[in-house]
């Protein structure tokens, strides 16, 4: 099955710096790749997502990556807020919900 | 939309008791899941329905654990005899059919605590 690693598990950064956190998975077949986002205490929620005919996508401050080639996806952060504080989770699919294996988590701290 | 419901948001009870999670999934999406979440192991699949019928269930630890689906609108997650290590956070999703198959809206989760 598929295996998705992400690194790091914690990352601070100093406010208005950037953030970048990577994954990786195992399954050539994994053609969708979401990022989740989960503030304390509260649920995940999807933030962005890229599928494997797409090298990059962006959206306001955020922004992911592909390299199929490499297996490795990776979320960019840009002028972080403290409200960009949370854990976030890749996740990789052959193109379903059910199908999703997520990675173990990056807790982001911005400082102000 | 309410997006996806779940009761109760916090659950603490006694080692050996039965222990019943709800949710509500989204009104019109056909799969719905359920997702526990530890530090030690993240976000784990349990099982996932799909027009009420069960699809993958092996995600589901030990016969301790079932659920159902009796329609559209409503699942159970049971614990029967609950321990401490189910101590977690149980999450339900729900998704569509068609393009958007992949996306997952979850609920807010129930933490349960088991002593």
């Known amino acids: 099955g598929e295996n998705v690693e992400q690194h790091p598990s914690t990352l601070s950064v100093q406010e208005g710096d950037s953030a970048v956190i990577k994954c990786t998975y195992s399954?050539?077949?994994?053609?969708?790749f979401p990022w989740y986002k989960q503030e304390l205490g509260k649920r995940p929620q999807l933030i962005i997502d890229?599928?494997?005919?797409?090298g990059e996508k962006k959206d306001q401050r955020i922004a992911v990556t592909l390299n199929k080639t490499a297996k490795h996806f990776s979320l960019h952060i840009t002028e972080t807020q403290p409200e960009d504080s949370a854990v976030y989770f890749c996740?990789?699919?052959?193109?379903?919900?059910?199908?999703?294996?997520f990675g173990s988590g990056t807790q982001l701290t911005v400082l102000p | 939309d309410a997006g996806v419901i779940q009761s109760p948001r916090h659950e603490v009870t006694e080692m050996g008791q039965e222990v019943t999670l709800r949710c509500k999934p989204i009104?019109?999406?056909?799969?719905l899941f359920w997702y526990r979440q530890t530090m030690m192991r993240g976000l784990e699949l349990l099982i996932y329905?799909?027009?009420?019928?069960?699809?993958?269930d092996s995600g589901m630890p030990e016969d301790r654990f079932s659920a159902k689906m009796p329609n559209a609108s409503f699942s159970t997650l049971k614990i029967q005899p609950s321990e401490p290590r189910d101590s977690a956070v149980y999450f339900c999703?729900?998704?569509?059919?068609?393009?958007?198959?992949?996306?997952?809206?979850f609920g807010s989760g129930t933490q349960l605590s088991v002593l």
């Open positions: 996740a990789a699919s052959p193109g379903s919900a059910r199908q999703l294996t």
């Open positions: 009104s019109g999406h056909d799969y």
């Open positions: 329905f799909n027009n009420n019928v069960p699809i993958d």
């Open positions: 399954d050539s077949a994994s053609n969708y």
């Open positions: 999703a729900s998704s569509p059919q068609g393009n958007s198959n992949e996306k997952l809206f």
């Open positions: 890229i599928r494997s005919n797409v």
